[in-house]
């Protein structure tokens, strides 16, 4: 199969694993930088992430722009993304999702630290964007233009993670499987640390600590493809699922 074939694939298991979690609805999108080309991305055209099949996924260039003809409706947030992928070479996949669990952070202003080991991957800092400090309080507020992306995308900055006000947030991460990785255990990291706050000060975790995680889960690991194939399996489309990599053909480490 060849390497465009795949990046289809593994963007409809991505689709399929966020909504399968919970992480999307009938809204929320992930998108991929196209592998032979830096300039552009590829994503589902308008449709639910629990829907999406390999013939749904058009290519955008990074405005947003549909690299050939299609009649099919893109999603209105799509600038999201390519503002994301222009502001940041290193990033190679995208979410925006509405997930509940982030929710209160972005209204509140209250810090979202990472307290649960698997939670290091939203990283030290979470920022918020709000889109009404430089649109006004009059938006839909969806992020409907590249103006509004390259906002969102000055507020992310370095980070993995940013909070959009009233709205959801936006991930990113150095490949799909790591920005599916953020997308299903921010959520998980919100709700332990909700709970948490019942019962005293939540002690976030130590940046060494985020740190030394780092490596653990770059798409080359056996214990990236672990969590791959485990969530491809419970959205039902193992049947996609590429060729694992060297170090995960045998058994896993923890
Ligand atoms: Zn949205």
Do not use: C
């Amino acid at each position: 199969m060849n390497e465009m074939d795949q990046a289809r694939r593994d963007l409809v298991i991505a689709n399929r694993i966020l909504a399968r979690e919970d992480v999307v609805d009938a809204y929320g999108h992930v998108s991929m930088r196209h592998p032979q080309d830096p300039g552009r991305y590829l994503l589902s055209w308008s449709r639910s992430p629990e829907l999406v099949e390999g013939g749904d996924i058009v290519e955008f260039t990074l405005d947003g722009k549909k690299v050939s003809a299609d009649n099919r409706p893109p999603y209105l947030e799509r600038f999201i993304h390519g503002a994301i992928y222009e502001a940041r070479p290193d990033v190679q996949a995208v979410i925006h999702s509405h997930a509940e669990d982030l929710l209160p952070y972005g209204i509140t202003h209250a810090k979202l630290p990472p307290v649960i080991h698997s939670g290091s991957v939203i990283g030290n800092d979470v920022p918020i964007w709000d889109i009404a400090e430089k649109f006004g309080r009059a938006t839909n507020l969806l992020v409907v233009n590249m103006e509004q992306g390259r906002d969102l995308a000055k507020t992310l900055a370095g980070n993995r993670l940013a909070l959009m006000r009233g709205h959801g947030f936006a991930a990113a991460g150095r490949s799909l499987m790591d920005a599916v990785r953020i997308g299903v255990y921010a959520p998980k990291n919100a709700r332990v640390h909700m709970a948490a706050l019942r019962l005293g000060v939540p002690l976030p975790l130590h940046p060494g600590e985020i740190e030394a995680r780092t490596d653990l889960f770059n798409p080359n690991t056996a214990e990236m493809w672990r969590a791959w194939e485990y969530w491809a399996r419970r959205a039902n489309v193992a049947d996609l699922l590429g060729e694992p990599p060297k170090a995960a053909k045998g058994t896993s480490r923890n």
